[in-house]
């Protein structure tokens, strides 16, 4: 009998591949299934819940690296251990053990290099050995590919070099975060600033990215420039031109009116010298990688890419979409034949119909020499019913329509318009008109119909012939130059994506593939996240701003290699390197360790004329809530994330959650804890229901749930 063992990253995905064979029995940690033709002898499911292990603190090596001193600098262990992370102790006994009995272990957790480093994480800290090991490879949690993926198991060789890859990142990251964060806040508290800084490998060039727009922005002077302009009126309606002079010297283009005896606010004789008709096509927009979608869904509906993703996880194990970690744009032949088969039962589906153009494959979407880890996200097989979308949320459904409709325009004719030039002479000097006719909508008419512009309605120019004589009505036309726009939550992927080099053109996203960026398809989002959690950024009616936490932060790091996001990039270039087998992780970990020694070298010289401002986030910090109840000398402050006793440096380890149980507990709620021991019954605790609740502190300063006190004042 061959026992096997399979890993899933999460219940809800364990779940999906239970829900493709027979089960024979489920409890809280595992599914064990009823052999068949893919296992003979049946197989046992498991889960980790997302990273079951994490690498230890520095206080769990040695004991003196709890504190932030700057005489144990730098916290390089000689080597990383992990350890079971908080509250999974239960989950991870219980795969190991399943690991300890099995014949195969199959490594079934995301296809990705955050998957491998969860599965081959936790295999390590189990300590089993010597077992041969399985590698599940999907794009789909559909049943067929579920049952597929189990039938055709890979080796482990790519796996265990994304691993490297992640293993690598995650040690430097620490590594980097650890150091960094405290040698910045200790020298910078040393010059009078009260809060803390968290530093990071990635989060720290993307802030400062953000930081040089704003900066850019804030420094921009406008300057006047001049141009001649005007309205002309033709037999069959009106249109603006422009001549192609532009000066910032308001004295040249007078001049250049005066030569072709222009006034203003005269009517002139202008003739039309030439009109020029152009027919051009526009091709539907190639397939959506994460970072498009999440593009897309910022300009639509104001999604940040973290939501954008999360909502994107649910379509996928509801089984509606294929993987959504994906940076690829391309599919293969294989996703097309079955694109091809379901298009009538997709148009239906959506509401919609057309006669597709064709249905031969075409290398602007399917090319399987572009896909290597993962394809395209793209619709899956399973057709969703009526019923099936209506039990959709508002964003899952906005999601799943754009994915699906920018799957359709695939088979869509190309979008028709005609371009139309006009050339009108006054008095010898010409004036330029270009204007836009829709032909034919084609692709365009499976998505919502934007509201017109100014710009978009003056380009709809009225029937005019060569030769045709109108009133001209010129002036001289006075412009600012404009600053560079601020960013968007949406336009922060695709600045990460190019280190914050301009691409706005489809035709230039190729190029992309040769600028490394900031981060990866896959952890981008959570970066803005952590970001905006550490207060360094702020959204504000989707507009990002730098907080003067940030600015502190930015002026800290600036001209070391944490603001360069060209030094960024090309770290994450070698760890992609490691990934595909030709670098080495171990260089990599001793490259990251010679930086922070260098930096720990510079950067108390570097900060010498650093300003310190009190930050908003400093300022809470400082600010006293009450008395700590347990050392009594010390007052409990707000620290970011928690509550924390202000004597932590002498010893005293009182801390209070932010939030608990999905409610934010405020100051004065710590305040009452403190002072009086529990609360009144507080409405909006969050569990498999809703729940209300008093709180109370226990002798050893935690705070715990009373019921028994809810229930009383309840029957009140």
Request: glycine fraction near 6%; hydrophobic fraction near 30%.
């Amino acid at each position: 009998m061959t026992r096997v063992v399979i890993l899933a990253e999460k219940p809800s995905q364990a779940k999906a591949y239970a829900d493709a064979f027979q089960i024979k029995e489920k409890t809280k940690t595992h599914i064990e299934l009823k052999p068949d033709d893919t296992f003979s002898d049946g197989a046992t499911i498991t889960w980790g819940i997302g990273h079951l292990v994490e690498l230890q603190e520095p206080h769990e090596y040695k004991p003196e690296w709890k504190k932030w001193k700057l005489d144990q600098l730098p916290i390089v262990p000689d080597q990383f251990y992990e350890k079971v992370s908080s509250g999974k102790w239960g989950q991870f006994k219980t795969v190991k053990h399943l690991f300890q009995q099995a014949d195969v272990i199959i490594n079934g957790t995301d296809v990705d290099r955050e998957g491998s480093n969860i599965f081959y994480s936790i295999l390590q800290l189990t300590g089993v050995k010597g077992k041969p090991i399985k590698r599940l490879w999907i794009n789909s949690l559909e049943k067929d590919e579920v049952r597929k993926g189990f039938n055709q198991l890979q080796n482990n060789e790519k796996d265990l070099f994304l691993f490297d890859e992640a293993k690598a990142r995650q040690i430097s990251d620490w590594m980097v975060g650890i150091n960094a964060s405290r040698l910045f806040t200790v020298l910078l508290q040393k010059k009078g600033f009260s809060g803390y800084l968290s530093i990071g490998r990635v989060q720290s060039p993307t802030v400062y990215l953000i930081y040089q727009r704003q900066k850019e922005i804030k420094e921009f002077v406008p300057e006047p420039f001049y141009q001649i302009e005007s309205l002309f009126q033709a037999e069959k309606g009106t249109y603006k031109g422009i001549a192609n002079i532009k000066e910032t010297d308001k004295a040249k283009v007078q001049a250049i009116m005066d030569q072709h005896s222009l006034k203003e606010k005269e009517e002139l004789p202008g003739t039309v010298q030439k009109v020029e008709k152009k027919t051009k096509q526009q091709k539907s927009p190639k397939l959506h990688s994460l970072s498009t979608l999440q593009s897309v869904a910022n300009k639509r509906w104001k999604y940040s890419p973290s939501k954008v993703l999360k909502t994107m996880q649910k379509l996928y194990e509801k089984r509606l979409v294929t993987y959504p970690r994906t940076d690829c744009n391309f599919i293969t032949e294989n996703e097309f034949a079955y694109l091809v088969k379901n298009l009538s039962k997709y148009q239906e589906a959506m509401n919609v119909s057309f006669t597709p153009v064709s249905l031969k494959p075409n290398k602007r979407y399917v090319d399987s020499n572009k896909v290597q880890e993962h394809y395209a996200i793209i619709p899956t097989k399973t057709v969703p019913t009526s019923k099936k979308l209506a039990s959709l949320s508002y964003e899952e459904r906005n999601i799943y329509n754009e994915i699906m409709m920018n799957t359709l325009a695939m088979f869509h004719e190309n979008y028709v318009y005609e371009e139309t030039t006009i050339i009108t002479d006054v008095n010898g000097l010409p004036f330029k008109t270009t204007g836009k006719t829709e032909v034919k909508r084609g692709w365009k008419e499976l998505f919502p119909k934007p509201a017109k512009s100014n710009q978009e309605k003056d380009s709809i120019l009225p029937d005019v012939h060569n030769g045709e004589g109108v009133k001209a009505h010129v002036h001289l036309k006075e412009s600012m130059t404009k600053p560079p726009k601020p960013y968007t939550e949406g336009d922060l992927i695709n600045m990460m994506k190019t280190c914050g080099k301009l691409i706005e053109n489809e035709e230039d996203v190729e190029m992309l593939k040769e600028v490394e960026g900031l981060g990866t398809e896959a952890t981008r989002s959570s970066i803005i996240e952590t970001i905006k959690n550490q207060q360094y950024i702020e959204v504000k009616k989707n507009v990002v701003y730098v907080t003067d936490k940030g600015i502190t932060l930015c002026k800290a790091i600036e001209g070391t290699l944490l603001s360069s996001p060209s030094m960024t990039a090309k770290w994450e270039s070698y760890l992609k390197k490691i990934g595909s087998g030709q670098g080495s992780k171990q260089t990599f970990i001793k490259q990251t360790s010679q930086f922070i020694e260098k930096l720990i070298e510079e950067t108390p010289t570097s900060l010498n004329d650093i300003q310190v401002k009190q930050t908003i986030g400093a300022e809470q910090n400082t600010k006293e809530i009450v008395t700590c109840p347990s050392c009594k000398t010390g007052s409990i402050v707000y620290r970011y994330k928690f509550y924390g006793c202000s004597q932590y440096k002498e010893g005293c380890s009182v801390t209070f959650p932010k939030k608990l149980a999905g409610k934010t507990l405020t100051p004065n709620m710590i305040k009452t804890l403190c002072q009086k021991k529990q609360t009144r019954v507080l409405k909006g605790f969050k569990g498999k229901k809703p729940f209300n609740t008093a709180l109370k502190l226990d002798k050893e300063f935690k705070i715990k749930f009373d019921f028994k006190d809810n229930l009383s004042k309840t029957n009140d």
